[in-house]
Each structure stands twice: as C-alpha cells, then as structure tokens.
C-alpha cells in the first residue's frame, strides 16, 4: 500500500509537488470546493472553505445581489506551491441581467493549516482587484434612442415627455364649465380642433377618461398651470416620440410614430464598478459603451411636405394630397387638411371613385390594345349610348372629330366611354397594373391601398369604368404612383422609411415606352391648352384634371408630374376639377425656387 501511494506521489510531482501529496486534500480541490459552492449560490459552505468565514459570507453574498447576477460559472487551473502555501488560478464567467457576460481571471491565495487547505480570504478571491474594504456594483447607462428625420436630415419626431391631458365627464360636476376652460387654455394650439363643444362630445362619447391632447414639454410648462385642479380633469406625463413641429404632417407622423416606437431603444451601456464602505466609485472593473439605435430617415421633402400641407390646409373641405419622386419611388410628401384627418389617413388609403383621370388609363390601354393612338380621330359627341346607357360630355359640349389627344386634352367622356366599350373585359385591369394601380404596396409606417380595376364583361360597365365612374376606385396615393409611371416609364415602388423595402402583391406587367411617351404628350396638353391651363405658368407641368360625380357632389381631381415630383391631388366633393388644379397651383407656387 505505501509502494502504491509512493507511486501516485511520484508521478504527482510532475505536476505539483510533493507537499501537495502529503496531504488528503490538495490545495486546487480546496480551491474548487470554494470555487463551485460560490457558483451554487452556497455562500456559508463557500466561506467555510476561507480562513475567515463570516467576512467571507458576508462578501460572497454582497457580490452576487449588487451583480444582480443570473449565473457563474467557473474554471481553476493549476496550482503553484510553496511549502504550505500556494495560489491556484481562476476564471470567472458571470451571467448578469439582459444577457451582459463578464469574464475575468484571477488567482486565490491558500494556506494550509492542521493538514488542511484553506482559501486565505480576501475579496481578491471574487474579483483580483477588488479592495477589501470596497464592494462591486452593477451600473447601467441607457443608450441614447432613436430620432426620425426627414429627408434633408432634420429632426420630426424626437424622444421626449408628454403630459396625457383626460377629461372624465362622470367625475366633473359642471361638465360645460370644464370643457370651455380646456378650449381657453388649448386655444393658442388650435381654437379651431379644441372648443368646448368639440371636447365635450367627445368625452361623452367616451366610456371612462377621454385623451383630450398630448402636451409636450414646453405647452405642459406653459398651460399645465391652467389644468390642475379642474375636476374631472388629469394630466399624467408619459414617455414617447414628441414631433418637434406640431404643424408637421401630422397623420403621417402619426403613422410613422405607431411603426418606429418599439425600434427606438438603442442596446444600454453598463459597467461594474468598485465603491468604498461610503458607497462612494473608486474604479472601473469593466465597461460595456451603449449601442444608440439608428435614427430612422424618412423619404419626406421638408419643404414639399409644407408647402403641400399649406395648399390643403386652404380649403374647407376634405383636401389632400401626395407627392412622389417617380425616378426612386421616394415619397415627398402627404398631405390632408383636418377634415380629411377625421377619417384616417385617407390620402394614402381612402378609395374614391376617379373620374375623368381615369381616362389616362383607358387611353393606355386603348393604345396598348392597338385600338387607338393619340393621333387617331375620334368621335365627340355631346352624348353616346351604349347598351342601355347614355354617357354625356360635362355640360352637353362636342367638338366633332378630333385625335384622341385632344379628346383627353378636352376630357370627352363620349370618346372614352365608347374606347373602353372596344376593349377586352381585362385590358382596363391589365393597364393599371402597367401604371402601378391595383396591387398591395405594403409601404413600412404608410397604410396605403392603391386601388382597384376590377375585369369588366359587361358593356356598359367597361364604358362607364373607362371613364372612372362605374366600379374602379383608386386612393391619391395610388393616382399619384400612376403619375410617376407616366413620368418614369415604368411604375416606381414607392417608399417611405430609408432601408425598409416595400413589398408589393400582384402583377406589375411592363409599360410599353412608346405608350408612355403619347400618355405624356397628351398629358402636357391638357396644361398648354386644356382643363388645367391655370397651372400652366408653373413651370413644364404635365396632368390629367378629373370629375366624378358622386352622390350629392363630385370629387374634385387633379394628377400629374413636373420633373421629378409626381403628384395627385383631390378635393372630396370639391366640384370642379380646377378647385384641385388651384390646390396643386398652391403647392408649387409656395416651394423654393430650385424645386
């Protein structure tokens, strides 16, 4: 038996020494033993295995609480020894809140006392350079978040406060008096959205605490004075993306806030620090910097966006409109007065019966068709019938027979109703395809719907589509995209987010060139010559103007391209058609020069 243990002692050496065969327990089982009971969360059988228990109880169960740690995980290597002591390495590995991993490696001091190895304590033994009298702690740093901006780089919506202003008319017992002082003290916002009636229908309607306003900083500095204390009335601060101009495309910043909000937060930096008896930092232990999120960059044109909002915000009824750039598929601006905002955004999604501008599409496929090109001579009459049907001019007017240019140049329905009465159920389908209308453009932080062209085997149907008035339906942003196919020869995927594609469902077939290039011959006759010569001294304009009746009304249209902008603008129930080349004409006029 001594031979035997002679033996292992012999080959023991190698690696350690002989001393650390003479006794049971050698000093790297001591120092795992302390090491794995550390890891178990075993704080007093860990401290047992030091030279001074209590104090090493005390720290071991300190260090993992200020980690606020998840998990440790732990490695000794080898051991040097000299007499009745020796030092055995450590590597730590610990698990700490959010997935943050921090390695080190140290080295534990041991004595061998009465034939037994022990852990001298000190706080070396959790991190080398950890003081005896110091503690770690666990220091986070939030990264800074996200911004939006525009396309020139300027900010729109920025992290902030906001102040929720609600009105519970339950808890108010003069429910009139508290609805005019909110309208008083939101006056300089907007006297026109916030009057007391306004408020308090729509607190009545409300079943519990109605949102009033969103208050940001500086209007919750200046009037939140005024609203403490009304009954009924509470304002809570929250936070979330404030747009830094209150007057800024409003509904599409709304639409753009619902998308980025739960992308805005940045990966936050943290540390571990020492401190001293007095709580006091003394040193970094480790750092981790914080990872800010990337600003999100918007296609808007600042100035187009304004000066586009400045043209609808002129009119009293439902006004809007969008702007694209036909060569990216950026969009430039949308647009929508406050009371289209009551619906939604509209602009971009709202269907609407097209009217006249439909024409362009009927002419496309007309000359896709072979049926027809903008030099063949066509009949205007004042009216036609077809099947059942009698399809009049706007006011009963005719000019003969003239080439269909100037038949789209004129907007004859008779020319365009019997056009699409000629073509195959499917062609007015398949040509909106060809300009971009009809397919899903799931455009990232946008709602849009395009439109629909649905086939149409019935005569008088395919007449009456044809002239926008039967079952097609298209959105301004849809008519907008079909302004930038005419201008770009080929519908453009628009975007609105910079890096976030669009994905878009259904077929796009290709636009014959020569197709293109007789819809924007036609198109720039209609502003030399046609319906739309009032917007004729802004600049090379091309456009299609468009009615179409509706019940008590007619919508008024407005569509087109000059340069790179192509746009489409629409008055709901707005009349005339000139009401929406007047909006447009606004639009231009208020850019800068250079636009």
């Known amino acids: 038996m001594r031979t035997r243990m002679l033996t292992i002692c012999a080959v023991a050496v190698l690696a350690l020494t002989a001393s650390a065969c003479s006794s049971p327990q050698g000093p790297v089982p001591a120092a795992e033993a302390f090491a794995d009971a550390f890891a178990d969360h075993d704080f007093a059988t860990a401290g047992g295995h030091t030279t001074a228990p209590e104090k090493a109880t005390q720290a071991l169960t300190s260090a993992w609480q200020a980690l606020q740690a998840e998990k440790l995980s732990v490695r000794t290597g080898r051991a040097r020894v000299s007499g009745d002591t020796a030092t055995v390495d450590y590597t730590y590995e610990w698990t700490l809140p959010r997935g943050r991993q921090w390695t080190y490696s140290g080295e534990l001091q041991l004595g061998r006392t009465g034939g037994r190895w022990l852990v001298r304590w000190s706080s070396a033994g959790i991190h080398p350079k950890l003081g005896d009298t110091q503690t770690l702690q666990l220091r986070t740093k939030p990264a800074p978040r996200a911004r939006v901006n525009e396309s020139a780089g300027s900010d729109v919506l920025v992290p902030g406060t906001v102040s929720r202003v609600r009105f519970t008319v339950a808890d108010a017992p003069d429910p009139e008096r508290v609805a005019g002082a909110l309208a008083a003290a939101l006056s300089h916002i907007d006297p026109v959205a916030y009057t007391p009636q306004s408020i308090l229908t729509a607190a009545r309607r409300t079943d519990g605490a109605h949102t009033v306003i969103l208050l940001d900083e500086y209007e919750a500095n ?43 937060d940045g990966k936050a930096g943290w540390s571990v620090v020492t401190q001293n008896a007095h709580g006091a930092d003394l040193g970094v232990l480790h750092e981790v910097a914080a990872q800010p999120a990337p600003s999100f960059s918007l296609s808007i044109d600042r100035f187009v966006q304004n000066s586009a909002q400045h043209a609808v915000n002129l009119r009293t009824e439902q006004t809007m409109m969008v702007v694209l750039r036909p060569s990216t598929g950026a969009i430039l601006a949308v647009a929508q007065n406050k009371a289209a905002d009551r619906d939604g955004p509209v602009a971009t999604s709202g269907q609407y019966p097209p009217g006249s501008i439909f024409k362009t599409v009927t002419a496309a496929a007309a000359m896709e068709a072979g049926v027809a090109t903008p030099d063949t001579v066509l009949a205007c009459p004042s009216r036609t019938v077809i099947g059942e049907r009698t399809i009049p001019n706007y006011n009963l007017f005719s000019v003969g027979e003239v080439p269909m240019a100037t038949a789209y140049e004129r907007s004859c329905n008779t020319t365009f109703a019997r056009l699409a009465s000629r073509l195959d159920p499917d062609a007015l389908t398949a040509a909106a395809a060809r300009l971009g209308i009809g397919q899903d453009y799931r455009v990232v932080g946008l709602p849009t719907l395009s439109g629909s062209v649905p086939p149409a085997e019935g005569l008088v149907q395919r007449a009456e589509d044809g002239i926008g008035q039967g079952r097609v339906v298209a959105s301004p942003f849809g008519m907008a995209v079909m302004a930038a196919a005419v201008a770009h020869g080929s519908a453009p995927v628009p975007y609105l987010i910079e890096g976030r594609p669009t994905e878009i469902v259904g077929e796009r077939p290709t636009l014959d060139p020569e197709v293109a290039e ?16 009032r917007i004729r001294d802004q600049g090379e304009v091309y456009g299609k103007t468009g009615e179409a009746e509706v019940e008590g009304g007619s919508h008024s249209w407005f569509v087109g391209y000059r340069g790179d902008m192509a746009f489409a603008t629409l008055l709901v129930k707005g009349g005339s058609s000139d009401n929406a080349v007047a909006v447009t004409r606004d639009m231009f006029a208020a850019l800068p020069s250079g636009y």
């Open 222 to 264: 200046t009037i939140g004075a005024r609203l403490i204390g009304l009954p009924g009335v509470t304002l809570t601060q929250e936070w979330d993306m404030v747009p830094t101009d209150r007057k800024f495309a409003p509904d599409l910043l709304t639409q753009v806030r619902k998308t980025v909000i739960a992308e805005v």
């Open 518 to 533: 007789g819809l924007r011959d036609m198109m720039r006759m209609v502003v030399t010559g046609g319906t739309a010569e």
